[in-house]
């Protein structure tokens, strides 16, 4: 079950070019490929032919080309050519998927073409701000994209499974403010007067004790802009060493989403050894969450039915986004049921 009219992140800029990429996206297999003046266009990955994935063959010109029989298909998805007689039949075409492309991602529309509104894809622009400097990962996490959005709204468990990059007991020891506008879900937490994260404190130059901050913005159901940082004891969260981690989550099927991960800071910008420090020390991390999210699929796969989480006060944020979620869900299905079957009498 998935959301489907809203904007994913498919790939990264630099991860599409000439040559197809294949991306399976709430298990709709999506080729990838640029026009030659630089358009990114996604179709369907599936010949209309016999279903060869389109992902095999190759690109001409700003088509692309079935490596089974040689099907060619425009950017717009309709056959130009089938190679072995003259005519086109008129199913031949394959579907076209709206894209954006912004700040580095490529965001796909997985809904109805028709509703799709650029203007809807969240702002990101720290991952290209020269004033900000950026770190960024991409990890396959062998579990549903539900449990990734937990882990992002429940950050008590950098205290325990993050203890040497950016855990501390402290974490879970402090409270949560929940609010939620629309559908987004913001959960921030404020620790005054403690240490900064180890893995932060070489790069920051930070010794001492700060007011620790960090707002978990769930934008449901895709993105979670982490809005993070120090500052001096009692001072303006703006003063302070900010981050901004941008983690597009794209579900792929039922137990495996792809997460994009954008960590842009606004201190020690141009040291080179802190962006190398923080590519190895961010990896760990978020190779910390991809274990312990496979295991808890893997404990979820065995939980009998009946049994369901126990949430807590920390969980407030989580159990309002399930909320915002399944209402999502359960609208895209109502207006999908009101749609009139196309060739229904009235
Ligand atoms: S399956 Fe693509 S041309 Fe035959
Ligand atoms: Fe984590």
Redesign the pocket.
């Known amino acids: 079950m998935y959301v489907l009219n809203t904007w994913y992140v498919a790939a990264w800029s630099n991860e599409v070019d000439r040559k197809p990429v294949k991306r399976v996206i709430c298990e709709q297999p999506l080729v990838l490929f640029r026009t030659q003046n630089g358009t990114p266009v996604a179709l369907a990955d599936r010949?209309a032919?016999?279903?060869?994935p389109l992902s095999e063959g190759r690109t001409i010109g700003d088509s692309i080309e079935?490596g089974?029989?040689?099907?060619t298909y425009g950017e717009d998805g309709m056959c130009t050519k089938v190679p072995a007689q003259s005519t086109i039949p008129e199913r031949a075409k394959v579907r076209k998927y709206p894209l954006v492309e912004k700040d580095g991602w490529i965001w796909a529309w997985m809904g109805d073409a028709e509703l799709a509104n650029p203007a809807d894809v969240p702002d990101t622009h720290w991952m290209t701000d020269p004033e900000w400097a950026t770190v960024t990962h991409s990890f396959h996490f062998k579990c549903r994209a539900g449990l990734i959005h937990d882990n992002l709204l429940d950050l008590t468990h950098e205290s325990f499974l993050h203890k040497t990059t950016v855990g501390d007991d402290y974490i879970y020891e402090h409270g949560i403010t929940v609010e939620v506008e629309g559908s987004v879900v913001s959960v921030d937490r404020l620790m005054p007067s403690v240490e900064a994260p180890p893995l932060y404190a070489d790069t920051m130059d930070a010794r001492g004790l700060f007011d620790r901050f960090h707002c978990t913005e769930f934008f449901v159901p895709n993105l979670h802009v982490l809005h993070s940082g120090i500052t001096g004891e009692g001072k303006p969260r703006a003063e302070g060493y900010l981050i901004k981690v941008l983690n597009g989550i794209t579900p792929i099927d039922e137990r495996n989403s792809w997460y994009y991960y954008a960590f842009s800071r606004n201190f020690a910008v141009d040291d080179a050894q802190a962006t190398e420090d923080l590519r190895v020390g961010l990896n760990t991390v978020l190779q910390e969450d991809a274990d312990a999210l496979e295991a808890q699929e893997i404990g979820m796969q065995s939980r009998p039915a009946g049994e369901f989480d126990v949430l807590i006060a920390q969980d407030g944020g989580v159990a309002k986004a399930r909320r915002i979620l399944s209402t999502l869900i359960k609208r895209e299905q109502a207006s999908d049921t009101a749609r009139p079957v196309a060739g229904a009498r009235a």
């Not at 032919?49 to 060869?52: I, M, N, S, T």
């Not at 089974?68 to 099907?71: I, K, L, Q, T, V």
């Open positions: 010949c032919h016999r279903a060869f079935c089974y029989h040689g099907f």
